[in-house]
């Protein structure tokens, strides 16, 4: 199993709160590349911060590879589970595929998990946080199902490498 460190995890006030706080790790001069359709709210919080990002189309598996590879992003932000609105769930050999993708040159994959429950047991080896040897995917997902979808507590766990920027930048 992969060692996770308490310093590795952020929990914050909702999916919308943690976006701002990866905007501000990862920083506004990186190109975001977020899944076409993707959650309206993705989009928004990442015009308001300012940053620039690409639409990757959707196929039946999950995003395009000719949009993939051909993309200038050096973010990568998914909903490899799933994804809102489309139900698009990201096949294995996609899901790999987005791990090769982010192991050319310094890029992060932002694995937003939304609708799945909380559980030590259910999924965690099917996750590309659990999968990549680079350290360089943040796991996202939230309370909202084994808690309360009215309370918003979202959580993230930031790659061992990202732990102490997070720490100097937005550990106040």
């Not at 709210?41 to 990442?46: A, D, L, M, P, T």
């Not at 990002?53 to 998914?78: A, F, K, T």
Request: glycine fraction near 6%; aromatic fraction near 12%.
């Amino acid at each position: 199993a992969l060692p996770i460190y308490t310093e590795q995890i952020v929990v914050g006030s909702g999916s919308e709160y943690l976006y701002n706080l990866i905007v501000g790790l990862l920083g506004r001069s990186r190109i975001y590349g977020i899944e076409s359709p993707s959650y309206k709210k993705i989009e928004q919080i990442y015009t308001a911060s300012g940053v620039t990002y690409r639409w990757l189309p959707l196929g039946h598996d999950g995003i395009e590879s000719s949009s993939l590879w051909s993309c200038d992003c050096d973010v990568l932000h998914i909903s490899p589970y799933r994804s809102f609105p489309s139900g698009v769930t990201a096949s294995a050999s996609k899901r790999h595929e987005y791990l090769r993708w982010a192991s050319e040159g310094e890029k992060y994959i932002i694995e937003d998990d939304f609708e799945s429950e909380f559980s030590v047991s259910r999924k965690a080896e099917e996750t590309l946080f659990a999968h990549t040897d680079r350290d360089n995917v943040i796991y996202m997902n939230s309370f909202s199902m084994t808690v309360s979808p009215s309370l918003r507590v979202g959580y993230m766990v930031l790659p061992k490498q990202l732990t102490a920027q997070f720490s100097e930048k937005l550990g106040f």
